[in-house]
């Protein structure tokens, strides 16, 4: 069963939202203001954040700001403010999808489905990639062995620590695939990393700066993350 964070502090409004979800099957967790909205996040762990913008005691967006730097969970904005500014900051911030009050219920119900589906998608392709290929694997002068984690560069040994293989394994695997910080965060650190410190960034440096010439074909995709030249 689907959990869901419901951070509303209109009454009736949070009554209806959580009764039609509950009816779907979900498992409602409903937080009043800013400073609940954090605590239930941390003690139920939901699969999606529903979030109204203008709350009590903290606003939504400094809320979905301190998420983000916990977890990339789906987070749908609800609000009043239909300006594109706004829309755009909500989105900005981090925020999945943005519904503008006064909204239907199906409609509400229908990004939730979608935003749940999307996170059940990407955690499918994550396990797959966790799934580790015991074929030898060349990149150009580049030969990985993943039985044996070693790596050579033209017949040289390349002493990389599990963290670098696991990186360079995910790279050469999928060469031209665009990896995004936290999905690299979620892959190949899993929950072994501090949130919004900077391991992929600097573990990249010592990637590239091991492989020599060579790693220079691990790209900046600016604003998004990394990828091996195809």
């Known amino acids: 069963m689907s959990k869901i964070l419901l951070v509303e502090d209109t009454p009736d409004l949070a009554r209806a ?26 003690q139920h762990k939901p699969n999606i954040i529903i979030l109204d913008w ?14 983000r730097t916990q977890s990339a969970i789906p987070v749908l904005m609800l609000t009043a403010r239909s300006a594109e500014f706004d829309r755009v900051l909500g989105l900005e911030v981090g925020a999945d999808d943005y519904l503008v009050k006064p909204f239907s219920m199906r409609e509400l ?5 979608a935003l749940l589906r999307r996170i059940e998608h990407v955690q ?17 002068e580049l030969h990985l062995n993943p039985e044996t984690y070693q790596v050579t560069i033209t017949g040289k040994p390349i002493d990389l620590t599990r963290t670098e293989f696991d990186l360079l394994h995910l790279f050469v695997c999928n060469p031209g695939r665009v990896f995004s910080r936290t999905y690299l965060l979620d892959t190949i650190w899993s929950e072994n990393y501090i949130p919004g410190d900077r391991s992929v960034d600097n573990a ?5 700066k091991k492989l020599g010439p060579l790693g220079e074909a691990v790209e900046t995709i600016w604003g998004i993350g990394y990828r091996l030249k195809s």
């Open 124 to 140: 499918q392709i994550v396990a797959a990639d966790r799934e580790r290929q015991t074929q030898a694997l060349t990149y150009q």
């Open 17 to 42: 939202i959580r009764r039609d979800l509950e009816s779907e099957g979900y498992a409602v967790f409903h937080a009043v203001d800013g400073l609940q909205a954090l605590q239930f996040f941390q």
């Open 54 to 67: 203008m709350l009590p005691q903290m606003d939504g967006l400094e809320v979905l700001r301190q998420v």
């Open 109 to 113: 119900i229908a990004r939730v489905r």
């Open 204 to 208: 990249i440096l010592r990637l590239r």
